[in-house]
């Protein structure tokens, strides 16, 4: 990266405050690599050489504004992760209940097509709503094309049943059948500034883990109170394992580690 390309300290304040504003995940000095290195990656998809001008790009233009948020915003997922809480499902809920379930921040799918696999296998009724802030992500999620790393950790029956091999330009990828993806819905939504879900359109189940902890507290109350009130009396909220809402659990028992309850 030249020396105009490199992100100073107004610069990287103004374009954390940018993030912040629109996405609540805060980037502190820590992040400064991971940041300079996707914003590079913007810069020389827009063929820019100074982050002066991509600023003011992202300033005019929409379509480069959610391209940046997508790049900032992007996390690493694969199938399976932190499965405890799907097996804590499958172990507590009745077969004979449909169950209406949110993936929130669900990145490119992967925990969304995780928990409808399993539900599946197992004979379970259930609608899965998977959202996120990027739509190059809700694109791969709508596809549901993975490379094979993806699915290590897939159990081997689940995988023979519910997934197809790729050919071609799609070897050593995989699909997923069109009989779990018709029980997956993807939607774009912020969890910052869309409102909750309410009345009839609550949830008995919803996961958003592995974003709490790129918030600060005062940005993970409000998704939390959001959260919640998109939930159902009686329901299950799961965050990641690494995350707690200590001092947040307004309404909720835990019940498992990083499992809750609504009162």
Not at 41 to 48: P, Q, S, W
Not at 76 to 84: I, Y
Not at 200 to 207: L, Y
Request: proline share 2%.
């Amino acid at each position: 990266m030249n020396s105009d390309a490199r992100v100073n300290p107004a610069q990287y304040k103004k374009i954390s405050a940018l993030v912040y504003r629109e996405s609540g995940i805060v980037l502190n000095d820590r992040k400064y690599e991971l940041l300079a290195a996707r914003l590079a990656k913007r810069m020389r998809f827009t063929k820019l050489s100074s982050v002066s001008e991509y600023l003011k790009l992202i300033n005019s233009d929409k379509a480069e504004f959610t391209n940046f948020i997508d790049a900032i915003t992007t996390n690493h997922t694969f199938f399976f992760r932190e499965n405890q809480h799907c097996e804590f499902i499958l172990k507590t809920f009745d077969k004979d209940k449909f169950l209406k379930i949110w993936s929130a921040a669900s990145s490119s799918g992967e925990e969304a097509y995780s928990i409808a696999v399993q539900l599946a296998y197992n004979s379970f009724k259930f609608d899965i709503l998977a959202s996120d802030l990027s739509d190059t992500m809700l694109k791969k999620g709508q596809k549901g094309i993975y490379p094979d790393q993806r699915v290590q950790t897939v159990h081997k029956p689940i995988l023979h049943r519910y997934f197809k091999r790729g050919k071609g330009k799609y070897k050593n990828h995989v699909k997923i059948k069109s009989e779990i993806m018709k029980h997956v819905k993807f939607q774009k939504h912020n969890l910052l500034a869309d409102s909750p879900f309410t009345g009839s359109d609550r949830f008995d189940i919803i996961f958003c883990r592995n974003v709490m902890i790129y918030f600060d507290h005062n940005t993970r109350k409000k998704v939390v109170t959001s959260l919640i009130k998109s939930l159902r009396s009686g329901g299950y909220f799961f965050v990641g394992m690494s995350e707690s809402l200590q001092g947040l659990q307004q309404n909720l028992i835990n019940v498992i580690p990083s499992g809750y309850k609504k009162k």
